[in-house]
Antibody, heavy 122, light 107 residues
């Protein structure tokens, strides 16, 4: 079955960097877009970034634009979220999520990774 | 960015009650709306997409409706496993956004 495994979280100082990974299995990775969504402790869901199924388009939420980048490796069936210049307000559980439809047909999410906690603190 | 306003932010209800949660978009998003359920400590679960289409495996007591700017999620007869937080999400354009959430608690 479809599985998304998220890794790479941890504690980092303000201004630091982290790279999150989302490793997919049980699906044809190359036909689905992958998104990142975060949830600050006790708060709601916040969309962060996406990469199209073929890697040609990438979009970011305003709060992370210019600091985060996203990429995908079709050989490893993995999407990466590179987070630079981290701020305390980036503290959250980060989930990756797969879109339901192939080839960009509808950006809603039918499978989610388990999430990884990123804590930005001095 | 398109804002989604959910109401109420929380509600108390009893098993068997009919519950309706609303989601209002700051501009016309046609039917580009999804609903999720999140139980504490778990990942969100897709319930409804395209405003009214029930995701496979989701019980038919869940239903969605609306288009344009006003949407609703209805649970026809609340069950114990339905006590959770519910979020709407639009996918009309980037950036995607989620509503603030509605926490459904046991009365």
């Amino acid at each position: 079955q479809v599985q998304l495994v998220v890794s790479g979280g941890g504690v980092v100082r303000p201004g630091g960097s982290l790279r999150l990974s989302c490793a997919a299995s049980g699906l044809d990775f190359n036909i689905y877009g992958i998104h990142w969504v975060r949830q600050a402790p006790g708060k709601g869901l916040e969309w962060v970034a996406m990469v199209r199924y073929d890697g040609t388009d990438k979009y970011f939420a305003d709060p992370v634009q210019g600091r985060f980048t996203i990429s995908r490796d079709s050989f490893k069936d993995t999407v990466y979220l590179q987070m630079n210049s981290l701020r305390t307000e980036d503290t959250a559980v980060y989930f990756c999520a797969k879109v339901k439809g192939p080839y960009g047909s509808g950006n809603y999410f039918d499978h989610w990774g388990q999430g990884t906690l990123v804590t930005v603190s001095s | 960015a398109i804002q989604l306003t959910q109401s109420p932010s929380s509600l108390s209800a009893s098993v068997g009650d009919r519950v309706t949660i609303t989601c209002r978009a700051s501009q016309d998003i046609t039917s580009a709306l999804a609903w999720y359920q999140q139980i504490p400590g778990k990942t969100p679960k897709l319930l409804i997409y395209d405003a009214s289409i029930l995701e496979s495996g989701v019980p038919p007591r869940f239903s969605g409706g609306g288009s344009g700017t006003d949407f609703a999620l209805t649970i026809s007869s609340l069950q114990p496993e339905d006590f959770a937080t519910y979020y709407c999400q639009h996918f009309y354009s980037y950036p995607l956004t989620f509503g603030g959430g509605t926490k459904v608690e046991i009365k």
